[in-house]
């Protein structure tokens, strides 16, 4: 199995950046595609976006493309989710995630990080 941590949340105005990381220990790193999810308060878990285990694709939700984007490095074992031109609709905790299979959907990925906390005001 592989065991994920989520770093980099804070708290931004409206129009800023920033960049969350997940560390992923345990099996290779490269045997599993990566994904990002996060969930509002009062609102179900949704996707962000997502890169297969070779970084060939990558996919988005609507709500953040052209604004995300989602990277991984095979030399340190981290994915990356480049968060710009926020809004306050992006306040979520966002989660990192891995599984076997290529996917924009929640149950495809088996590992779950705790989640870290992006708060976007206005």
């Known amino acids: 199995q592989v065991q994920v941590v989520e770093s980099g949340g804070g708290s931004v105005q409206a129009g800023g950046s920033l960049r969350l990381s997940c560390a992923a220990s345990?099996?290779?790193?490269?045997?599993?595609?990566m994904g990002w999810f996060r969930q509002a308060p009062g609102k179900e878990r949704e996707f962000v976006a997502a890169?297969?285990?070779?970084?060939?694709?990558?996919s988005y939700a609507d709500s953040v493309k052209g604004r995300f984007t989602i990277s991984r490095d095979h030399t340190t074992n981290t994915m990356y989710l480049q968060m710009s031109n926020l809004k306050p609709e992006d306040t979520a905790v966002y989660y990192c995630?891995?599984?076997?299979?290529?996917?924009?959907?929640?149950?495809?990925?088996?590992?779950w990080g705790q989640g870290t906390q992006v708060t976007v005001s206005s």
């Open positions: 995630a891995a599984g076997e299979r290529y996917s924009t959907l929640r149950a495809m990925y088996d590992y």
């Open positions: 345990g099996r290779t790193f490269s045997g599993y595609s």
């Open positions: 890169i297969h285990r070779k970084g060939v694709s990558t």
